[in-house]
């Protein structure tokens, strides 16, 4: 059964005590599960439970989704959705919000102490690891993406990129860029990186300058140290909306999990 | 049990890292003392002292690569592991290698 987030930032320590009562109330009323998870601490809870709210601790700046699983999930998540944008920072607020280099501009807490691009596309085939990494590379570089590609395969030759279970992150210093740049395919279909951790579901591609500054490389660290804290990998699997998935990856660049 | 480990990947922005806090993060639970030197971008760092060669019960090689400044270790001590292993299985790592016996 397919699961249903709202994916929101904490900016009022009091909200949950305003949101507690009516979302206990509200997930009573529904038959899918509704939880909160904190991941920015890593913190999950019912919210069929009146001590929910108390169990996530949402702390201001705390990164939370809402996740909904269940026959009426959908239903579930548009009633909540609206009482959470009152009370938190909801991400994807508009429906046509798109993967974009904007979405610091929206939600300024998300914003990185570095310039950076992103790329969004959703895999519609099924793909081999070749083709995912071709399909990264003219997603970064499409005038040239050549070079770009035989970089991330050289990478490959090392060792493998997939870095925990269903995540391959394949990541290469490279000449013909100024920023950070990120791309990012997303595929139902398993895709086979050849590696002892099996087949991933995402892959997130970080391609940074051969030269980078003390910043970049920061950014670029705190995601691949994200990666392994708490329910952040199975947080970035499970989040299907494009907006969302690049409001985690911009949270998870932008700090070290405590 | 005293451990000391050097990480180091080609790129050096993640796998380095990831490697490190892994081991660093399940050290305790096998009653390790642990330091682990990072050979990432932004260069050596935590560099691993004389007095902690000299001390270590084991040294850990995480990498696949060849790590800056091999010369220092004794060799009879070394335990080289792959990157991969150490993110796929840390306890696995922790319970051949640096178990006492």
């Known amino acids: 059964m397919n699961e249903y987030q709202i994916t929101f930032l904490v900016e009022d320590i009091n909200a949950s005590a305003r949101t507690a009562k009516t979302l206990h109330r509200l997930a009573k009323k529904f038959k899918s599960t509704l939880c909160i998870i904190n991941i920015t601490r890593n913190r999950k809870a019912e919210l069929s439970k009146s001590v929910a709210m108390l169990q996530a601790g949402l702390v201001k700046g705390d990164l939370c989704q809402i996740i909904v699983v269940g026959i009426d999930a959908e239903l579930a998540c548009f009633v909540i959705k609206n009482i959470i944008a009152e009370h938190y920072r909801l991400i994807g607020a508009c429906i046509n919000y798109q993967f974009s280099n904007q979405l610091a501009d929206r939600v300024p807490e998300l914003s990185l102490p570095s310039k950076t ?142 | 049990m005293k451990i000391i480990a050097v990480t180091a990947c080609p790129t050096g922005i993640a796998h380095t890292y990831m490697a490190a806090d892994a081991l660093i993060k399940s050290a305790h639970k096998h009653n390790v003392q642990i330091k682990v030197e990072t050979q990432g971008a932004m260069g050596i760092e935590n560099q691993l002292t004389s007095y902690d060669i000299n001390h270590a019960d084991k040294i850990l090689i995480v990498s696949d690569i060849e790590i800056e400044q091999f010369s220092r270790f004794d060799l009879k001590n070394i335990i080289r592991v792959s990157i991969e292993d150490v993110l796929l299985d840390v306890e696995k790592v922790f319970l051949i290698h640096c178990r006492k016996r």
Not at chain 1, 176 to 204: E, F, N, R
Request: net charge neutral; aromatic share 6%.
């Open chain 1, 117 to 258: 691009q992103w790329h969004y596309a959703k895999a519609q085939t099924k793909l081999t690891k070749f083709e995912c990494l071709k399909g990264l590379a003219q997603l970064i570089h499409p005038e040239h993406p050549e070079e770009l590609m035989i970089a991330f395969i050289k990478r490959e030759e090392y060792s493998s990129t997939c870095i925990t279970p269903g995540i391959a992150l394949p990541h290469v210093m490279f000449d013909g860029i100024d920023h950070i740049t990120v791309a990012v395919i997303a595929s139902d279909t398993p895709i086979d990186w050849m590696s002892k951790m099996g087949a991933v579901h995402l892959t997130i591609a970080l391609a940074i300058p051969t030269k980078p500054t003390h910043e970049q490389i920061l950014t670029a660290t705190n995601l691949s140290r994200n990666l392994l804290c708490g329910q952040v990998a199975e947080r970035l699997l499970m989040t299907k909306n494009s907006v969302d998935l690049q409001a985690l990856l911009m949270y998870f660049m932008s700090r070290l999990l405590p």
